[in-house]
């Protein structure tokens, strides 16, 4: 039994936090922004203004890689790894010391469900801390056999690339921020954090955590901001050694085109546009639910999410009505409501978007084989909708939409190199999913796929996975032992002996 009377006060208390005047973390200390503006924050389940984020510009992204860039060649730099391994490690156990506030606060400010923020956010923010805690003590190079003329000791050591910034997005804000964070700390790096503008919150609650636990000053630096103001300041800074980016292909595009003011280096998790391959011999009701929760699950606002389903025609009609009976019974509604199973989505400009992709897909002449209900409310809700009658030329099947929008398409072939054809014929190459019990057909097929992960039969996100894009879904990998080595610098050392 939930007891409501603790809910309501520690929702009491996150909306304390919430209207809070918030400063910028910078050197390890809250800050006024040089500018003194501040931008508002919502709630999307009611639309509702909750609190207000400091504007960082130029100036204080100065200030903030100055910090970063002192902490670097300070005590950071000479902290054993078995130290910041600890420090870690005891992030995560804050964290996870205050899942309640954080699930509160991501719900409050992204609009998801309560029980997903528990269930998913925060528990995997904690995991991914933990794990990365782990990569401090083993990030090791090499010795190296030379073939010139002498003798040689050869060998190469990982240097940390240096002053990070990590610009995140608003669909997980908390994982992504740590997605970021803690490989770069793990690795030696400083960082700069700029959550996305729509949500701010669980950003500015890791930073308290931050100083808390016993990060020293200048290592976690916080600057809220707007993308063109304070996202593309540390994109130009000369300063910043790496950018590491989730968000849209068009700013993954602008941060490359920046970065090459000091060849700085990028990580870029992009867009995606998932096919869901349903072979004829699949376990239908679980396809059906996994097709649907990989859609609906965060109201579609999952950079992986399954929006390309094709199925073959033996078993589409069935597929097609299991997913469109799923989205008609999915009480769609605000994130905080207990029996809430799909939330809003992040904001009205995101709604609008979602809106008119729907829009754009019949008028090209797709049908809505299944449409759930909107709840009604000044909350940014969209419909959970199925299309069908759709082909590869339709923007709804060709971009990425973010919203809880399935297109569905029948194949008949079953040649596999078709079918991975139709897969492929995308830019995105982020994930695929595979339905099938023919274990040669799902090896097959997972190696025709053009994409940087795919899933057979279900699964979810994993810190041991790596995890990025193939084509226009972005550029290196996320989690693993690829992940955190994308923070350092491989430096080889030649000695003749
Ligand atoms: P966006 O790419 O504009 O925002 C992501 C982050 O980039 C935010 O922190 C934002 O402040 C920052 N940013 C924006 N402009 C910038 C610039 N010029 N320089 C540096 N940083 C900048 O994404 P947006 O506009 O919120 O959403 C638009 C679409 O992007 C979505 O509909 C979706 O298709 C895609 N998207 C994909 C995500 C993913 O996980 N792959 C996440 C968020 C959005
Ligand atoms: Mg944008």
């Known amino acids: 039994m939930p007891d409501i009377a603790k809910d309501q006060l520690a929702l009491d208390g996150a909306r304390q936090f919430a209207g809070r005047e918030h400063g910028l973390f910078i050197d390890g200390e809250w800050r006024e922004p040089r500018s003194g503006s501040s931008f508002e924050t919502f709630n999307p389940g009611d639309g509702s203004r909750i609190g207000r984020a400091a504007a960082g510009g130029e100036a204080d992204v100065d200030l903030a890689v100055r910090a970063a860039r002192a902490a670097l060649d300070g005590p950071w730099a000479t902290m054993k790894p078995s130290e910041r391994a600890r420090l870690l490690w005891r992030l995560a156990d804050a964290i996870e010391a205050h899942a309640d506030e954080f699930a509160l606060l991501e719900t409050l400010n992204n609009g998801k469900p ?16 933990r794990y990365n805690a782990g990569w401090p003590t083993k990030l090791n190079g090499e010795s190296v056999n030379l073939s010139g003329p002498g003798t040689w000791h050869a060998y190469t050591v990982r240097e940390p690339v240096g002053v990070v910034a990590a610009i995140v997005p608003w669909n997980a804000p908390l994982a992504m921020a740590v997605a970021k964070t803690a490989p770069a700390l793990a690795a030696g790096c400083t960082i700069i954090l700029k959550p996305a503008e729509q949500t701010p919150l669980t950003a500015l609650r890791l930073a308290h955590l931050m100083a808390e636990v016993g990060f020293p000053k200048g290592v976690f630096n916080l600057v809220t901001g707007l993308g063109e103001a304070a996202g593309a300041a540390l994109v130009a800074h000369p300063g910043v050694d790496k950018v590491t980016f989730t968000g849209s292909t068009e700013v993954g595009r602008l941060i490359v085109k920046g970065a090459t003011v000091n060849m700085k280096r990028v990580t870029l998790e992009l867009g ?17 639910e996994g097709a649907a929760r990989s859609i609906f699950t965060n109201a579609g606002q999952i950079c992986n999410a399954g929006s390309r389903l094709f199925a073959h025609e033996s078993v589409f009609d069935a597929l097609v ?29 995101q709604k609008a978007r979602v809106l008119s992709y729907i ?4 008028r090209d002449g797709a ?22 009658g759709t082909n590869p030329q339709m923007s709804v099947v060709r971009e990425e939409i973010f919203g809880p929008v399935l297109c569905a398409m029948s194949f008949s072939d079953r040649d596999l190199d078709a079918i991975a ?23 097959k097929l997972a190696r025709k796929i053009k994409a940087g992960t795919v899933r057979v039969n279900g699964g979810g996100l994993d810190p041991a996975l790596p995890f990025g894009g193939f084509k226009q879904s972005g550029w290196g990998r996320e989690n693993g032992r690829e992940g955190v080595e994308a923070y350092t610098e491989v430096k080889s050392i030649a000695i003749a002996l």
């Open 272 to 288: 995606g546009k998932t096919p869901v391959i349903v072979m004829p011999d699949a376990d239908i009701n679980r396809a059906i």
């Open 114 to 129: 309560l029980r997903d923020a528990r269930m998913f956010d925060v528990p995997h923010a904690v995991e991914v801390l």
């Open 321 to 349: 009505e299991g997913v469109a009976d799923f989205a008609g019974k999915l009480r769609v509604g605000p994130g905080l409501d207990p029996d809430t199973q799909m939330g809003p989505v992040v904001s009205a400009e």
């Open 359 to 362: 829009e754009a897909g019949l």
């Open 421 to 443: 054809a139709q897969a492929n014929d995308t830019d995105y190459g982020l994930g695929a999913i595979v339905w099938t019990q023919n274990l040669s057909a799902a090896h």
């Open 367 to 388: 049908k809505i084989s299944g449409q759930g209900s909107a709840a009604s409310g000044p909350g940014y809700f969209v419909p959970p909708t199925v299309l069908t």
